[in-house]
Nanobody, 123 residues
Framework: QVQLVESGGGLVQAGGSLRLSCAAS???????MGWFRQAPGKEREFVAF????????YYADSVKGRFTISRDNAKNTVYLQMNSLKPEDTAVYYC?????????????????WGQGTQVTVSS
């Protein structure tokens, strides 16, 4: 069973950058990978996904042009580079794996989840 561990969260000023990492304990070659986030009092929302071969990515409109998802299958790691951060990006960010070639915008379609990492953007 693959386990996911996120890291890289923290406190940053608006306009700053952070890079989140999601390390898998096993091979992630069979999985499409996604990032979701959940702010206090809000539902978990889709951020980005990358397909199994890394040939395709998809982003939520709210992060398009600012965030970049990537993966290194040799290292079993997925990344989320976050630039031009805004206070509304503040949330717990979760990495997720889906047993499919392609990702999904729906959190219900994912099979495995990490524990989350807190990102706080101050104004």
């Amino acid at each position: 069973q693959v386990q996911l561990v996120e890291s890289g969260g923290g406190l940053v000023q608006a306009g700053g950058s952070l890079r989140l990492s999601c390390a898998a304990s096993g091979r992630t070659l069979s999985y499409a990978m996604g990032w979701f986030r959940q702010a206090p009092g809000k539902e978990r929302e889709f951020v980005a996904f990358i397909n199994r071969s890394a040939s395709s990515t998809y982003y939520a409109d709210s992060v398009k042009g600012r965030f970049t998802i990537s993966r290194d299958n040799a290292k079993n790691t997925v990344y989320l580079q976050m630039n031009s951060l805004k206070p509304e990006d503040t949330a717990v960010y979760y990495c997720a794996a889906r047993r499919s070639s392609y990702g999904s915008l729906s959190s219900a379609e994912y099979d495995l989840w990490g524990q989350g990492t807190q990102v706080t953007v101050s104004s």
